[in-house]
DNA sequence: GCAAAAGTGTTCGGCGTACACCCATGA
DNA sequence: TCATGGGTGTACGCCGAACACTTTTGC
């Protein structure tokens, strides 16, 4: 266990931890802009207690690195992610106060995502505004920023932030809560049109002028690359051959 | 069952890992097209003996990860890279006999590197026609080679593969290398030009036909980005709050 | 009817591609 | 003078940006 270590981990010991900056949307009222946020934990314990740092744990010898993202994220916000992806491994000797590698994982979740009734030292936070992190946890939300922006160009990304059914208006939403800017609608219609990666429904959302279609995602396409090929076993064009 | 002749590690014990997919470039003769090549090692202990594998070593607990890096490569071709940044944290359980976390980096030798004189149980192997690798690496190497062709579609990371001086026909060379396709003379010409990174110089090469131009690296742009922003010993943030 | 968002049409400029063409050198 | 690679000019097509315009609802 991790606390008998702590009494003095030996000098040639390097621990692997992973951590997960997850982003989602939110918006203070129904129609007002939204605005990026992730989830942290306030530490209780001694390297940096009382601050507000990334979700993480230490990683176990049998668990995959990606289970391991993913169970620290169902633990602080009991939701699965929309998407999951290893953002960077962080290793500098003097992030810690003992030698620590962490390997960080980025994740979505869509809008509208509830904390449990019962977290306790859980809380959002806009991501454009955070306040000094333990570590070098500024420091990674900002990299892990810069990597949603960027991919955000050039991949089906946005939709992870969404719920099932949304229009266009709300997919340009969330274009334009991560770039920060604003996109011309008329445009980015044909754009998101043009990709094939929207399957427009028969239903409409109503409530406020002209009613707006509802779109679902194409579950065909992948959201992004997520990094090297995974599963190496049996994928459709191996299947096809065999 | 693994022989070890070391003392068994303990089942909880992680270990960390560095290793580097180094590429290169290497004609067969002067003038014939260039192949993407890579330097790797015999590996000459229990487990995969005898086969190939990517250059690496055990992190040392007061080393950086990009220091180790470095290591491995000076230690197995003799030569800095003109270029180095992190690929992936490889971590599955089932890669190495114990668990074993390889964070892996990917390099540039520019061309015409050789290996040290003494070099054993080390040679160059074209990158398109790897034999079985020892552990996931021959995974690696793919995933690897995907993203140098990526960066090369939307940086200036060719640049990396020549010498200081080289003339639009050696970068062309590089970019066909990699991509595996031909591209218009002419139309290549006013891409890089227009890149403002290259600097034309008075001198030309001569030998063949019409002499060709000689170009230096714009030292002042950089080649790529390499991942999280470097130093993260004192941002404007932190600073501004102490 | 009016405001506002949904949705369509049109124009313009940049950029990548294809390809014709001229230039300079070695043999 | 010819072959060959260096280097220039030009036309086409696509796509993103800008923006005018029509449609459909709530009030």
Redesign the interface.
């Known amino acids: 266990m991790v606390i008998m270590t702590r009494t003095d981990p030996p000098?040639?010991?390097?621990?692997?931890a992973v951590s997960t900056v997850i982003f989602s949307l939110r918006r203070d009222r129904p129609g007002a802009p939204a605005s990026v946020v992730l989830p942290l934990v306030r530490r209780t314990r001694n390297p940096h207690e009382g601050l507000w740092a990334l979700p993480g744990g230490w990683?176990?010898?049998?668990?995959?690195?990606e289970t391991a993202a993913s169970r620290t994220l169902a633990e602080t916000t009991g939701l699965a992610p929309s998407y999951l992806e290893?953002l960077?491994?962080?290793?500098?000797?003097?992030?810690s106060s003992d030698?620590v590698?962490s390997?960080v994982y980025w994740a979505l979740l869509r809008e509208g995502a509830q904390l449990p009734e019962d977290a306790e030292n859980v809380a959002w936070f806009d991501a454009a505004h955070l306040p000094?992190l333990a570590f070098?946890h500024?420091?990674?939300v900002?990299?892990a920023l810069w990597r949603l922006r960027n991919k955000v160009g050039y991949s089906r990304i946005a939709h992870g932030l969404l719920p099932d059914l949304f229009t266009l208006a709300d997919l340009r939403e969330v274009y334009e809560a991560i770039l920060d800017r604003d996109l011309d609608p008329a445009n980015f219609r044909r754009q998101v049109e043009n990709s094939g990666t929207l399957i427009p429904t028969d239903r409409f959302r109503t409530g406020s002028h002209r009613p707006a279609r509802l779109y679902r995602y194409n579950q065909d396409v992948e959201l992004a690359e997520r990094?090297?090929?995974r599963d190496?076993s049996p994928t459709r064009h191996q299947k096809a051959a065999s």
Request: glycine share 8%.
């Open positions: 000098r040639d010991v390097i621990r692997v990683l176990d010898a049998t668990e995959q690195l290893q960077y491994a962080f290793g500098d000797v003097g992030r030698r590698v390997i000094p070098d500024n420091h990674i900002e990299y990094g090297p090929l190496p």
